[in-house]
Structure formats: C-alpha cells, structure tokens
C-alpha cells in the first residue's frame, strides 16, 4: 500500500519546485496530524496540574464561610436576569426596526426576544425565591 506522499510522485515531476514544496508541505501536516493527539494529552496534563496547583493547602474551598456559595449563585440569579431581560428588549426592538426588510427573519426576533423575556421571568423569580420574597403577581386590572 502506497502512502499519500508516494502518491504524489509521477515521473517528470522529479526537478519542479511546485512538486517538491507540495510534498514538503504534505509531509509537514501529516507530521502535524500525527502530533494532534500527543499535543491534546499535554495541553490536558498541564492544565489540570495548573489548576490542581491553585487549591488552598488547608483544602477548603470557600475558607470557612459557607454562605459565599449561595450569596454568589443569588447575585448569579440577578444579574442573569437583568441581562436576559435587557436581551429581550433588544431582540424585539431589533425585530421592528428590521421588520420591513424582505429578506429579514423578524419573527425569529420576536421569538428570541420573548424567550428572553421568559428566560429573565424564570430567573427574577428563582431570585425572589432565594431572597425568600414570595413573588408579587398582580391580577388586578
């Protein structure tokens, strides 16, 4: 079986430079091809001894405060609420700016825009909940 390299030779293309940095540059990404996969395995090994090397020596995470862990999910909650509501108000303004263009996806805009919004909704309301707020719905019109 004739490899891709022994492929490439045809008689006559012995002296042209084309043929001859072709098959340089053939042989280079074979070499990098074969390289994938020990490169993955120390990029991997390194990584994880840097971030195994970041813990505290006395080997607690949030040294001693339990609390920090649903304080940071709470402010997590918030803000991913307020982002994803802001979201929405983008992607709806965007979509009637844009809804007069023929080749514009508008509906798939408003689409976003009130997943968005639900998305924002659902966070707003697991923060009452975390605050331990119930949450306020209104049904007087």
Known sequence: MK??????MYPGLEYSRFAHVGRKLLAIGLGVKATQAVLATVIVFTLGLASASAQTPSGSFFNGDSAQLGNSLRS????LAAVMIIAGIIF????IITSGL???LSTWKFITGAACFAFGG???AVYAFSQGEA???D???
């Open 76 to 79: 997590i909650t918030f803000f």
């Open 102 to 104: 023929r080749e514009s």
């Open 139 to 141: 049904n007087q019109f």
């Open 135 to 137: 949450v306020p719905l």
């Open 122 to 124: 659902i966070c707003a």
């Open 3 to 8: 490899s891709l390299i022994e492929i490439t």
């Open 92 to 95: 709806v303004a965007v979509g």
